[in-house]
DNA sequence: GTGGTCTAGACCACG
DNA sequence: GTGGTCTAGACCACC
C-alpha cells in the first residue's frame, strides 16, 4: 500500500489517509480480504501519530470500506459491485461537476473545457502505463 | 454581489467569503473600480462578525483581487487581462485534473467520463441562463 | 511644489504630504516666507479630502515648519539655521541607524554596507543633477 | 526567543511580532525546523491576546517564514540559502537607499554620510557583541 | 497539548 | 462614514 502524505498541504492528515486508502479500493489495488498495514506500522511509516492513523481507519469502518477485527487486524470490506460502481461514479460526478461549474462561471466553451479535460486524462492515462511498467 | 454562506458547512465563513468573491471578480460580475459592500454592511447582511468580512477581505487583498482605502471603502483592483485569464485557466485545470484522474483510477474511459461532464456542463449551463432571467 | 502620493502605499495620505512638505523645506526647495498652496488647491491636485491637507498643514504648524496666518494662507515659517541643520541631521542619522542595525543584525560587514552606501548615494546624486537640467 | 513589543509605539502589535520574528529568522538566530513558542504561552508572554499572536504567525506563514501545523505547532520553514540571502540584502538596500536619499536631498556629502554610518555601525556592533556576553 | 475560527463589543485612524 | 486593531472568552479540529 503506497501512500504519500503531505504535511504542508492543509488537508488534515487524517482525510489523507481516508481519501487514499478508499481510492485504492475503489481502483482495486485492495480487494476485498487483504489485510491493511497495522495501525503501529502505518504510524511509523507515515511519521504520524497512532492515533492519526486509527482515526482514518475508524472513518473507513463507518463507511463500510474496512472491517476491524479485535486482536487480529483491519480487512478491506466485502462490498457489492453495485455498490463500488455507484460510489465510483458518485466521486467522479463531484469532480466533474466542480469543474463543469467553473467552466461555466469563467465563460469557457464545453468544447475548450472538453479540450482540456482530454488532454489532461491523456496524460495521466500515459503515466499510470508507465508507471506501471516501472514497478 | 449576491453571497451564499452556509455556517454549517464546515468551510470557514471567511474562506466562502474569499472564494465567492474570487469568482464573481473572475467572472466579471465585478469589474476592476467596483467598490465592494462594506465590512459592516455586508457583516449585518451575512450575520456574521464584522471581523469574518474584514479578515476576507484582507485575504482577497494579499491576493491582488481588491484594493482597501481606509476610510473610504473596498475596491476591485486592476488585474491586467493576461493575468485574469492566466488565473481562470488555473482554477479551471485544477478542478478537471482533479476529475480525469479520478476517471483513470476508477478505470472509467475517456468517452463515459467526457459525456458525463457535457451532461453536467449543459445542465448548469441552462440554470445560469434561468437564473440570469430572475433577476 | 511636487508632491508625489501613492494611495496604496498603506501611508497614511496626510503622512505622506507632512513627510514631503517637511523635506522640501529642509532641503531648501521651500525657503521661509514662501506661501504654501492652499488647502484647496492642493486638495483638488491630489484628487483628497481637503480635511487631509488641513491635517498635514497643521501637523506642521505644530512641528514649526509652518505658520498659518487667517485669511492669508500658510507659509513656512522662519527657521535659525541651526535649527535646520541639526533636523536635517536628525533624520539623517535616524535613517542610517535603521541601515546599520539592518546590516549587523544581517552580518553584514561594515565595507559591504558602506560600499553598498556609496553606490546608492551615487546613483541618486547623478540623478538628481540630471532631473535638475531638465526643469 | 526574545521580543520587545511596545504597545504604546502606534506600531501594531502583531507587526511587531512579525518583523521581529522575521529579523530573527534572517539573522539566523532561528533557525529552519525550530519549534517558535506556541501561540498561547507567546501570548501570555507579552500578555497580549492569543489571536493577535495567531495573526503574526499567519502572516510570517503567509511570507513562507514559518510552517504551521495544526495539533503540533508552529516552525521555522526551510528556505533556499539564496532566498534568505536575498531577502537580507533587499531590506538592507532599501534601509541604505532611503538614507542616501535623505543626505542627498539635505546637501550632506558622502563622505560625511558614510561617516555618520560608520560611527552608528561601531557603536551597535560593539553592543552587539557585549549582549552576547552578557547572556 | 497544539492551532483555527468566531463573537460581541470597544476604541482608534483615516477621509 | 470607512477600515484596523485588540480583547476576552467560547468552541472546534487536529495530533
Redesign the interface.
Known sequence: MILDID??SGV?IYRQIVDQVR?QI???HLSAGDQLVSVRDLARRLKVNPMTVSKAYSLLEMEEFVERRRGVGVFVAEMSRGGVKQT??M???E??????????????S?EE??A???R???R??SR?AGSRNEQ
Do not use: G
Open positions: 504535511n504542508h488534515p481510492r475503489l481502483a482495486d465510483k461514479k466521486l467522479l460526478e469532480a466533474l461537476e466542480r469543474a463543469a461549474v467553473a467552466a461555466i462561471q469563467f465563460d469557457i464545453e473545457a472538453v482540456i479535460f482530454i489532461l486524462y491523456r495521466h492515462s499510470k
